[in-house]
């Protein structure tokens, strides 16, 4: 072989090796979480939630090309003045039907008028990204679920810290970096729940 020959043959190689390394970086960059995890994670440093204000349903949007179902909810406040706090659920992997079939319960509107069906959302293994516009959220979860691949739309502000850290200051909002969700976002998927959307 010529080393010509052998030049080509080595170039081919670091290609295939850059295309693998790409959709290894790809399957690594996917949304994992479920509600199931972000809802154990949660508790797992904050036990007792708070209680929360009325949840309303606002929309549902499928995106089958995108295999994706958004849900946006809005939440009262308890804070009097304080008005809604807005949640956005945007459920992965979803497969989608233009018929109604055991696999694919529930029937969606989309933009044009025309109905789809999607396919069983279950809060154990269904993949989801969340967002809420709450303070506890920015402060406490945004982050550490965008590090997840769990936040839905972009990402926020970061927080630039006032204080010393601890033990000067105060300590820290979530010590163990950890994924997860706000009240609001929690009542968001019990709603869902309730309404027979998702399975726990």
């Excluded at 809005?74 to 949640?87: E, F, I, K, L, S």
């Excluded at 105060?170 to 019990?190: D, L, S, T």
């Amino acid at each position: 072989m010529s080393r010509a020959s052998d030049l080509i043959t080595q170039v081919d190689e670091v290609v295939r090796r850059r295309r693998v390394d790409k959709r290894r970086g790809r399957k690594r960059n996917l949304v994992k979480l479920t509600f199931r995890s972000l809802a154990q994670s949660t508790q797992s440093i904050r036990p007792q939630q708070n209680a929360k204000g009325r949840t309303e349903f606002v929309s549902v949007n499928p995106v089958p090309r995108n295999k994706q179902l958004i849900f946006k909810m809005t939440t009262t406040a308890m804070t009097p003045g304080r008005g809604a706090y807005n949640q956005t659920l945007i459920f992965h992997k979803i497969d989608f039907n233009d018929r109604l079939a055991d696999k694919y319960p529930l029937k969606v509107s989309t933009k044009d008028g025309s109905f789809v069906y999607a396919g069983k959302l279950s809060g154990a293994e269904t993949p989801v990204s969340v967002r809420c516009n709450c303070e506890d959220f920015y402060y406490m979860w945004w982050y550490h679920d965008n590090q997840k691949k769990a936040l839905a739309g972009p990402k926020m502000k970061p927080y630039v810290r006032k204080t010393p850290p601890p033990p000067e200051g105060y300590p820290y909002r979530n010590p163990g970096e950890v994924p997860g969700v706000c009240k609001h976002c929690i009542g968001a998927f019990e709603d869902l729940i309730k309404k027979r959307l998702l399975t726990r």
